[in-house]
């Protein structure tokens, strides 16, 4: 059996080496052309390009199956229809509620420290078109019409819907319903020993993919917006240990030392991968086994955060936005703050958990208080690191909201949450 603490150092230790020598690597490019030609077609190019693109498919490879047959299961144990609306509020208003604290702190600190006085912006010529979809034609889109195809393409928002009125026509189909209910459960089970296998080889994983990012990155992108990166990590570290930690503590009435203890190894996923949905796997698997939420509540909270909590990437929207602001010489007013609230909690809705989703948002944000879009150039650079960052930020809001909900709904085992060791990464059944 592996205790989840070996896991959690074995990652840890994957992603400093990766850093290290990740880092290493891209200080001696230019030393010999040979040298250049093994790292970017033999490394970056090669074997660790073709680890990293395989361990981001597998754990992509479980996400529709694994929401379509949770939150169907799920769904088809709760009383009704009732518990199902009651459910949703509370999840929804939350995740809301959360992305607009996120924002709001951020564009406070970018007040106060200014992270864009001073920019240069001598490279701003680059030209940057960014297509973002109406608030409207994504409230069009969350019902399938198709549920096959919805699968096919990994539209998470019509998945879910797909499995929310599946699970709810079991509740109403007598013998049938309950034969196919336990059908589900055997599946639920399955695909969550598929997540313990994945787990094994996961240092694996985030080595090559955090080698590859650093070897092509390096550190020395990070110096030239030193202040705007700086303050961009402050607030998510800040957002993710104030404002979730005072959301287990208060409302849910749990530990939060415990809480962030048994998430580090989801939080370490999210760094690498930087995709919410290539997320959902484990974090479901750690909601449910190391934090003690029934499936029936994290098999609904877990994907509808996947795709609704964005607080980290709403920290770098308030942050980027005052910013771009400072860097041009534009005043933004209280009007203007109040719109980027808004603009980006509700653009929060329907965005997909994907990596690089923050720069669509972001395109929107810019364009409602009146902002050149093509201020995002002065970002790009450091965004893929800070993207790392904030989808552990927000995978960490999924789970909080998660144990806040069950709780709630008295569906939180706490001799699970208590257990420092539940949930160990075993080859049996759990």
Known sequence: MIQPQGLTKAILLAMILAIVTGSLAQTLYGIAPWYDALLDEWLVGGVFFVVGKVFVATLKLLVVPLVLVSL???????GG???LGRLGAKTLLLYLATTAIAISLAMAFAFMIEPGVGADLSAKSQSIEVKASSFVQVLVDIVPTNPITAM??????????????????????????????DNFSDWNEVILNLVTMLMKVAPYGVFALLFNVFASKGLSAIAELAVYFVTVLLVLFIHAGMTYGLLVKLL???????????????????????SSNATIPITMRTVEKRLGADNSIA?????????????????????ATVFIAQAYGIDLSVTDFLTVIATATLASIGTAG????????????????GLPVE???????VDRLLDMTRTAVNVTGDAAVTCVVAKSEQRLDEAVFADPNAGGFEDARD
Do not use: C, W
């Not at 877990?302 to 942050?319: E, F, K, R, S, Y």
């Open 72 to 78: 169907v299961y799920g769904v088809s144990n709760l």
């Open 81 to 83: 229809g009732k518990d």
């Open 152 to 181: 096919a393409e990994g539209k998470m928002l019509q998945v879910i819907v797909f499995a929310l009125l599946l699970g709810l026509a079991l509740n109403h189909s007598g013998a049938a319903g309950k034969r196919l209910k």
């Open 252 to 274: 849910a009435r749990l530990s939060p030392a415990t809480f962030f203890k048994k998430m580090r190894n989801v939080q370490l996923f999210a760094f690498s991968t930087a």
């Open 299 to 319: 098999s609904f909270t877990v994907p509808m955060g996947a795709t609704l909590n964005m607080d980290g990437t709403a920290i770098m929207q308030g942050v």
């Open 354 to 369: 994907v990596p690089g989703v923050g720069l669509v948002m972001l395109s929107m944000v810019l364009t409602q208080v």
């Open 375 to 381: 201020g995002i150039a002065l970002i790009i650079g």
